[in-house]
T-cell receptor
Framework: GAGVSQSPRYKVAKRGQDVALRCDPI?????LFWYQQALGQGPEFLTY????????KSGLPSDRFFAERPEGSVSTLKIQRTQQEDSAVYLC???????????????FGPGTRLTVL | QQPVQSPQAVILREGEDAVINCSSS?????VHWYRQKHGEAPVFLMI?????EQKGHEKISASFNEKKQQSSLYLTASQLSYSGTYFC????????????FGQGTTLQVKP
């Protein structure tokens, strides 16, 4: 497709359930980022991939959060044993080059709104 | 570490101008500006690099003061479509490209 796509767009989970959020970046984009956006706040960095390598996971809030990008394209963010504080919009972004490329604008997907009851 | 944006909110009439500021306490490599409408993805507007280079949409202008670690986004002759929340994302040198976003500035343009 022309842009970054994410699925599902909405997810409701009961506390304690595991969820998996999918991101399809723009074809050929090397870099992929996951962000968490709470209501009324700016996106907050979670993790970064360059191709299939996860180079930075410093923003993952706990070991319940896990991300992968096994073939360097599609990425999945998994949250185990969801808690109410995990409720947020999860945004995926991709950019054409590696992180050190000079002009490296990130293109965002529409996000997945996760609600944990 | 999170950059501070000001003002938090602004209301304009069509055709009026506005300036949105973004300040960081850390030395920056680049500043990125995005606009997000309710329920939609953030849309890229502009990148400003340390050293003065920049890339963005033709109708958007911005500045980056390296001494003050401050960036400003200039919205001139505003249109209804400019309404939304504006975020600055800052990138530090040696980073992986991750952006630290400000809390956002909500802009409403009225007819």
């Amino acid at each position: 497709g022309a842009g970054v796509s994410q699925s599902p767009r909405y997810k409701v989970a009961k506390r304690g359930q595991d969820v998996a959020l999918r991101c399809d970046p723009i074809s050929g984009h090397v870099s992929l980022f996951w962000y968490q956006q709470a209501l009324g706040q700016g996106p907050e960095f979670l993790t970064y991939f360059q191709n299939e390598a996860q180079l930075d996971k410093s923003g993952l809030p706990s070991d319940r959060f896990f991300a992968e990008r096994p073939e360097g394209s599609v990425s999945t963010l998994k949250i185990q044993r969801t808690q109410q504080e995990d409720s947020a919009v999860y945004l995926c972004a991709s950019s054409l080059g590696a992180s050190w490329v000079q002009y490296n604008e990130q293109f965002f997907g529409p996000g997945t709104r996760l609600t944990v009851l | 570490q999170q950059p501070v944006q000001s003002p938090q909110a602004v209301i304009l009439r069509e055709g009026e101008d506005a300036v949105i500021n973004c300040s960081s306490s850390k030395a920056l490599y680049s500043v990125h500006w995005y606009r997000q409408k309710h329920g939609e993805a953030p849309v890229f507007l502009m990148i400003l690099l340390k050293g003065g280079e920049q890339k963005g949409h033709e109708k958007i202008s911005a500045s980056f003061n390296e001494k003050k670690q401050q960036s400003s986004l200039y919205l001139t002759a505003s249109q209804l479509s400019y309404s939304g929340t504006y975020f600055c994302g800052t990138e530090r040198a040696g980073n992986t490209g991750k952006l630290i976003f400000g809390q956002g500035t909500t802009l409403q343009v009225k007819p």
